[in-house]
């Protein structure tokens, strides 16, 4: 690792290395005359930082989820009805602010230097700031607001730090670098629930008991806010700033100048198919409650189910991120939604028992793995450098309000109709929509009349991935 310094960053990427003499193919390949070249990595440095930087990050932020539950219902005495409503704040403030963290990061400062790393650093310090917060507030109106700032600075950080990611690897490896910061990203969501565990039992709280000590939950917050810092001084450290050539501007982003990034015709169509897509994704909670109440699954092994879809996703998001790189972000991500459509599909079916728990888990996990970094991936092919962050907070701010959107939906349809009816329904508008989708996202290939470039070809990114850029 380096300490950060903007001034080593000028270039998003740096040439592949060849011994004298020898050619190079373009995808680091043997040449003609056979001999073996030496090939820039397709995973930065600045890539495995920020991953590290999301490992520790998601170690304090799932510290906290897992025990946030029942200290405010059993430890505050909080109704169903109030955590529901923090909840939906947390959800609600990090799409909507993620927006704003776009449109701010594409500024540059005077030394032309991008503010990616500065608004990613705000966002992640706000993040650390409010975990010890929750050692002193202990009534809904308080405990909203700092779960509210907790989440805007998940929303201010997330397009900065995918905008980092894609600006400092090649196009031609997106798929790849996405993938191994999003593993290493759910290696720390891995990680926080056991720390948890661990920090309660040294702590002498319960771990599942109506009210009891509180103490132990004190620990976990504290330690969380600890751990939040540590990521923190990683990013600050070993995250370097990127300089642009472009001359810098201090205009002030708007909202309407980022809803014009809709005109690029990617992007658009990217969006698009991510909102409708989004609105037929049911929500984890719902589909865990739909697994254990359809296959009878025991109540104490409730807590392990987001274990086995994160390790799913842990194992296969660096290897489907390199096959995004080689058939296709967009093929792929559609393949995700197929994917997470058998598991509906399974769940509908008459079949029962741990194998099918297994099965389903395995295909929730390989449904994130297959869309969360490759959409990113894919939507960074579409914008120019100098408007990365409004992009990728464009897609992700329409994706996550679709989301939102279709957990209300779907909650309101499993309260009338029950869970089976509602996940039936919700299967045939998924099988819609990935079928919409496929229709729109191929209509760049039809609309250039002309032969795609080669899946492993770096000049793909440009082809099949539809980066117009509006005059």
Not at 9 to 15: E, I, L, R
Not at 171 to 182: D, K, T
Not at 216 to 225: C, E, P
Not at 244 to 272: C, F, M
Request: glycine share 12%; aromatic share 6%; net charge positive.
């Amino acid at each position: 690792m380096y300490v950060a310094d903007s001034r080593s960053s000028k270039a998003p990427v740096a040439p592949a290395e060849t011994r004298p003499g020898r050619r190079e193919a373009a995808d680091g390949s043997r040449t003609g005359d056979g001999s073996r070249t030496v090939a820039r990595a397709a995973v930065p440095g600045t890539v495995v930082a920020l991953g590290v930087v999301s490992l520790v990050t998601d170690i304090s932020s799932e510290m906290v989820s897992a025990v946030l539950p029942l200290y405010l219902l059993t430890g505050l005495g909080l109704s169903p009805l109030g955590f529901g409503l923090l909840d939906g704040i947390q959800n609600g403030f990090s799409a909507v602010v993620r927006l704003l963290g776009g449109h701010l990061a594409d500024r540059r400062g005077r030394d032309g230097a991008s503010r990616h790393k500065a608004v990613a650093a705000v966002g992640y310090g706000l993040s650390a700031l409010c975990k010890p917060l929750l050692l002193l507030v202990h009534t809904v109106p308080l405990i909203g607001a700092v779960l509210a700032a907790d989440r805007t600075g998940k929303g201010l950080r997330t397009a900065p730090r995918d905008a980092m990611i894609s600006l400092a690897t090649e196009p031609a490896h997106r798929g790849r670098a996405f993938g191994v910061h999003r593993a290493m990203d759910t290696a720390g969501a891995l990680l926080g629930p056991l720390t948890a565990f661990l920090v309660l039992r040294l702590a002498g709280g319960p771990v599942l008991a109506d009210g009891g000590q509180q103490q132990g939950y004190h620990a976990v917050f504290a330690v969380s806010a600890c751990v939040a810092v540590l990521g923190v001084l990683v990013l600050l450290l070993f995250v370097p700033n990127r300089l642009d050539d472009a001359e810098p501007s201090d205009t002030r982003p708007r909202l309407r100048d980022g809803l014009a990034l809709l005109r690029i015709p990617g992007l658009r169509r990217l969006t698009v198919c991510a909102v409708l897509l989004g609105l037929t994704t049911v929500s984890d909670s719902f589909l865990y409650l739909l697994v254990q109440r359809r296959l009878g699954l025991s109540v104490e092994y409730f807590p392990l189910l987001p274990l086995g879809t994160a390790g799913a996703f842990l194992l296969l998001a660096v290897p489907l991120g390199a096959l995004a790189d080689r058939i296709g972000r967009r093929r792929l991500f559609l393949a995700g939604h197929g994917v997470l459509l058998l598991a509906y599909g399974l769940l509908l079916s008459p079949l029962d028992g741990p194998a099918v728990v297994v099965c389903v888990l395995l295909l929730h996990g390989s449904f994130y793995a297959a869309t969360d970094g490759v959409l990113a991936a894919a939507a960074a092919d579409t914008v120019p450098a100098e408007r990365r962050g409004a992009g990728l907070a464009l897609v992700g701010t329409g994706q996550a309000l679709a989301r939102f959107a279709c957990s209300l939906a779907f909650g309101a349809l499993w309260s009338a109709v029950g869970g089976t009816t509602a996940l039936t329904w919700s299967a045939l508008a998924l099988a819609g929509c990935v079928t919409g989708a496929a229709f729109v996202l191929r209509e760049p290939a039809a609309a250039a009349g002309g032969p795609a470039a080669a899946p492993g070809d770096p000049a793909a990114a440009s082809t099949t991935d539809d980066s117009e850029v509006p005059s």
